[in-house]
């Protein structure tokens, strides 16, 4: 098992900076992969970012050139570094692990909201 635990959410105003961390615990070693992904009201649930083996990383579009997903392995944390936030990047962002070791599974942590409001 595998746990995720969000935080660094808030409100911040438009060209802000925001940095969410996702604290992992239990069954490291069997993570492969570790992801953000956003919901906004209404939206279905869509893919942030993502950080694979050997530190690479792949974004959305909309969010390329913005936002930075890293992770300290020391720490058992990953984190998303949102900078220039636009409105349209209000939502709740969600910590997503997955595992392949037993096949495809996939943790999720309880989400943080992220709002950007003036």
């Known amino acids: 098992q595998v746990q995720l635990v969000e935080s660094g959410g808030g409100l911040v105003q438009p060209g802000g900076s925001l940095r969410l961390s996702c604290a992992v615990s239990?069954?490291?070693?069997?993570?492969?992969?570790m992801a953000w992904y956003r919901q906004a009201p209404g939206n279905q649930r869509e893919f942030v970012a993502i950080?694979?083996?050997?530190?690479?990383?792949d974004y959305a579009d909309s969010v390329k050139g913005r936002f930075t997903i890293s992770r300290n392995n020391a720490k058992n944390t990953t984190y998303l570094q949102m900078n220039s936030l636009k409105m349209e990047d209000t939502a709740a962002y969600y910590c997503?692990?997955?595992?392949?070791?037993?096949?495809?599974?996939?943790?999720w942590g309880q989400g943080t909201q992220v709002t950007v409001s003036s």
């Open positions: 997503n692990a997955v595992s392949f070791k037993f096949g495809r599974r996939d943790y």
């Open positions: 950080i694979l083996s050997g530190d690479r990383t």
């Open positions: 239990g069954s490291i070693s069997s993570i492969n992969t």
